[in-house]
């Protein structure tokens, strides 16, 4: 069975861990002999690794599967991912997608793809709920060198009463640790010098592996014995893996970004328990304190859902106080997205609209003020970048501090390099001053 002479093109919407997953459908794909080619031209295969999380995640996967079909009737569409799980037959029948491939599939995308074009035939999704093991996923080669997601995690067991992944993604999976190490020194000897860790929930890491005792500390310390791994920084956490050992140990191993991406989603104790998150405001700060006292300028961001049902003016007030108590360099504001099958989507007092604009609108204005804040608060200190690419400025490359702020460096100094220097903000942009250490990279 073979994908000879067949270009191919993908297109990815939402998180790391599709990311991750379209990488290796690619890997795979093309160690079949088929051709990639981008999603703007002519394909024989346009794959579109969906996603799900909120409506308008829907709608979007909807329409480029729609408009990958009209434009080009010929070829086959491929409906992946995320809304495959959760779309429904009918809503995906009408996209026009002549296959769909849930997330589990997505493992074996290429022999899949090679007997439905041989031989017509239609494969059979698992039910993701039922899936047990993780499985083989091996991202082999990517086409940037600088950093690379590794997806370690599948699936939730959460269940926030707003959320649909864990309908989408099943029950919490982990790579075994030894294959996720392979894995990761295989790709950092391509010339990846920074490691994403990325997952579901990727805070359940090892959890599954009964009788191995392996937490997600236990894989951070082994990617951290790999030389050609420079950096290492993780994916979304939740906040209650944040304990003193854990802060402790992480601030002991020097590759590993200070940078932690803890899901808030309210700053209310009232609103947390509706949504089924098992943290108050009070433990949610202890976490970020603790990694304040571990490491010298840590960046924390977050994630936070205006609106949620039944969400009063003071409750939001609360969260928006809490926000700006903690002080995130980063935070994603979403207006809750009412998600069918779904706890929160069958709540009463659902927010109108127009005030889950506002209330996005405050907590965006806050978050513009509280990034400046942080970027100001590096002016003169000294910092590690990875440059990544050219920039818009002329002479300049971009790359990123390991607190994952973006600063411009000397085109002299080269792609895919680590450089240290003095972070100077002038015009709400960091420069990277060189210092002499560095000159012979000049
Ligand atoms: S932790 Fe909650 S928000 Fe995150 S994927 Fe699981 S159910 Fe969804």
Redesign the pocket.
């Known amino acids: 069975m073979d994908l000879k002479n067949l270009k191919i093109a993908f297109y990815t919407l939402g998180c790391k861990v599709n990311i991750y997953e379209t990488g290796v459908m690619e890997n795979d794909v093309v160690s079949l002999g088929a051709e990639l080619v981008p999603f703007t031209e002519k394909a024989d295969v346009y794959v579109v690794n969906t996603c799900s999380v909120t409506n308008m995640a829907d709608r979007k996967s909807r329409q480029i599967l729609h408009r990958a079909k009209k434009e080009n009737p010929e070829a086959v569409i491929v409906a992946a991912g995320c809304y495959s799980e959760t779309g429904g037959e009918e809503a995906l029948s009408q996209t026009g997608a002549d296959l769909v491939i849930g997330n589990e599939l997505k493992k074996s995308f290429a022999s899949v793809l090679a007997s439905y074009l041989e031989k017509g035939t239609v494969p059979v999704n698992p039910e993701i709920g039922k899936v047990q093991g993780y499985g083989t996923e091996t991202l082999r080669t990517l086409p940037v060198r600088t950093r690379a997601d590794v997806k370690v995690q599948d699936g939730?067991?959460?269940?926030?009463t707003?959320?649909?992944?864990?309908y989408a993604?099943g029950r919490i999976r982990s790579k075994a640790l030894p294959e996720a190490v392979e894995e990761i020194r295989v790709l950092a000897g391509t010339g990846v010098q920074e490691i994403v860790l990325t997952g579901?929930?990727l805070s359940s890491y090892g959890k599954d592996l009964v009788g191995t005792e392996t937490s997600l500390l236990d894989l951070i310390k082994a990617v951290h014995e790999i030389p050609e791994v420079k950096r290492i920084r993780l994916g979304?956490l939740?906040p209650r893996i944040v304990t003193e050992d854990f802060a402790q140990a992480l601030a002991s191993l020097p590759k590993l970004c200070p940078h932690f991406h803890l899901?808030l989603?309210s700053g209310s104790a009232t609103v947390l328990k509706r949504m089924n998150?098992h943290y108050t405001p009070a433990e949610y700060a202890e976490g970020v304190a603790l990694l304040r006292r571990y490491f010298k300028h840590p960046a924390i961001t977050t994630d936070v859902i205006a609106g949620f049902p039944g969400e009063t003016e003071e409750e939001f007030r609360e969260t928006l106080s809490f926000a700006e108590q903690i002080g995130f360099y980063e935070m994603h504001v979403f207006q809750y997205s009412r998600r069918k099958g779904t706890v929160a989507d069958r709540m009463k007092d659902q927010v109108l609209e127009p005030v889950k604009k506002l209330r996005s609108e405050a907590l965006i204005a806050l978050r513009e003020r509280m990034s400046e804040a942080f970027e100001q608060s590096l002016e003169g200190e000294t910092v590690e970048v990875l440059t990544e690419e050219k920039a818009e400025e002329k002479g300049f490359l971009s790359g990123y501090t390991k607190e994952y702020v973006r600063v411009l460096v000397p085109n002299a100094v080269g792609e895919n390099r680590i450089v240290r220097g003095v972070l100077r903000r002038e015009n709400g942009k960091n420069r990277l001053e060189v210092t002499d250490g560095e000159a012979e990279h000049l």
């Open positions: 939730c067991n959460q269940f926030c707003y959320c649909v992944i864990p993604r579901i929930h979304s939740e899901s989603q998150r």
